[in-house]
């Protein structure tokens, strides 16, 4: 009997970030990081022309990356390799995807290149990660496709904080809706603007249908174990690595710890001399320049 | 009921503990060697394979899985799992594999395969999977795809190269548990 194969169903990419949880997602812009991170025990990469810090540094039009550069990162590493297409911006994500990228990240990181639509992520093979600041926002990318979720935080910030907002939201919706019976589900489902379908399913199951990865301001060992410990079941780590003194040690005590995200001794051990972690940014400067990444899609 | 352990250093290790749990076992996440004490079987799930080598070694947990193996407990290894236990890995499973064999994720897939013997059609999920590429005499070949091994066994070790645990297959599990409990220590198979 010879198998008939079934592509890009969702179970097939609802089940590559089954596979991811537990793990590190490094941002890397050369192959060279890529390999970097790939040493350290990164669980995936994701290649871009500049760190989200870098990015907020330069201003003007964030863009996918360029073909070559993600190309070069593919032949560099065996982990899976992840790239970010702009909010709408479907025929980025066309692209990626006949790059054959492991994952397209939907991202606010980019600029936006849709003000009313997110890609319809149900017409693709490729799986998608989307970011989320509140559970609303998570459903209506599942209902959309995506097969992963990244709270936001703050991009380029080294600034977990907003990390931590977006995580407590998203985990104290969830454990709301347990609470709340039939009509009340039904209720809750408007509220949230998602559709009645997968907000029942939240509301039994008490999690999220598909994987959710923390992102957005995670600079250290203990960030990450935070954020595991918050609820996230991975991490993203984005200018936390490489704009760290010594990329190669952090990248390594971030895996470390989250791994052993609930062992303070372990977290100890991983966070010991490791140089300076990147420089943060108060949310508050960013602010009063309007300069929220998390702001963008909705 | 037996206790297993699931390796969790990354990967699918609550999938695992799920379809264990829901079989009636006592699962304990493994992270370093103490955990490893008193098991009657184990698990070593998907994920990334560079990722689990390196934790493996970072935990110096290759010569303590070496030896509860060693012992006659059972184990069941799935994708990543399966690499772990090769030749060129732990060394357990007399078998080389080819990692992300099928391609990029993109190629990922799943599938009905024939396995008789253990709960007739499994639906497998083989997301970047790994296949088999040379095996030797002691092992059996459970099932294959275009002429790749991608499910043997050898002894008391079961090892795919698909996800039986996201597609709510249980079988295997049921394997696992059945060795566990029969073994007791004593090595069969």
Do not use: Y
Request: net charge negative.
């Amino acid at each position: 009997m010879e198998a008939v194969r079934e592509e890009g169903t969702f179970r097939v990419k609802s089940g590559h970030a089954e596979m991811l949880k537990g793990g590190v997602i490094m941002d890397v812009v050369t192959a060279e990081q890529a390999r970097i991170a790939e040493a350290a025990g990164a669980a995936a990469v994701m290649a871009l022309e500049r760190v989200p810090a870098d990015i907020r540094a330069a201003g003007g039009v964030a863009r996918m990356a360029d073909p070559t550069k993600v190309e070069e990162i593919q032949q560099a590493v065996t982990i899976p390799v992840m790239a970010k297409a702009r909010i709408g911006h479907f025929v980025e994500a066309e692209v990626l995807q006949a790059l054959e990228v492991d994952f397209v990240d939907e991202s606010e990181v980019l600029t936006p290149a849709d003000q009313a639509h997110h890609i319809d992520k149900w017409a693709f093979t490729v799986p998608f990660v989307c970011g989320a600041t509140d559970l609303g926002e998570a459903l209506r990318r599942i209902s959309e496709g995506a097969a992963m979720i990244r709270s936001k935080g703050e991009a380029g910030t080294g600034n977990v904080v907003e990390a931590v907002t977006h995580m407590r939201a998203i985990g104290a919706e969830i454990r709301r809706l347990a609470t709340l019976d039939g009509s009340e589900v039904a209720a809750a489902a408007k509220e949230l603007r998602a559709p009645l379908e997968i907000v029942r399913e939240v509301a039994a199951n008490g999690k999220l249908p598909v994987v959710m990865f923390s992102a957005g301001g995670i600079a250290n060992p203990s960030d990450a174990a935070l954020m595991m410990r918050l609820g996230a079941e991975g991490v993203f780590v984005g200018s936390g690595i490489f704009k760290a003194e010594d990329p190669e040690r952090m990248a390594s005590a971030v895996v470390e710890a989250t791994t052993h995200f609930e062992d303070a001794a372990r977290i100890a051990a991983a966070s010991r001399d490791l140089g300076a972690p990147m420089p943060g940014t108060e949310i508050s400067a960013l602010e009063a320049e309007g300069g929220l990444l998390q702001n963008r899609g909705w | 009921m037996p206790l297993v352990g699931v390796l969790a250093i990354q990967g699918d290790f609550q999938a695992h503990a799920e379809v264990l749990r829901g079989l009636g076992a006592e699962v304990r996440e493994v992270r370093a060697p103490g955990h490893l004490e008193g098991l009657d079987g184990l698990i070593i799930p998907g994920g990334e394979s560079t990722t689990m080598t390196l934790g493996i070694e970072r935990e110096g947990l290759a010569a303590p899985l070496r030896a509860l193996v060693a012992s006659g407990k059972p184990v069941l290894g799935t994708c990543a799992g399966m690499i772990m236990l090769d030749r060129l890995h732990l060394g357990l499973l007399d078998v080389t594999c080819e990692r992300n064999a099928f391609g990029r994720q993109v190629r990922s897939f799943e599938a009905d395969l024939d396995m008789p013997g253990l709960g007739g059609t499994v639906r497998g999920v083989f997301i970047r999977a790994p296949w088999v590429t040379g095996h030797g005499e002691g092992v059996e070949v459970l099932a294959q795809i275009e002429d790749h091994p991608v499910a043997v066994r050898q002894g008391n070790i079961l090892a795919v190269a698909f996800h039986p645990e996201t597609a709510g297959e249980t079988s295997l599990h049921e394997w696992l548990l059945e060795r566990a409990q029969s073994t007791n220590g004593r090595q069969t198979g």
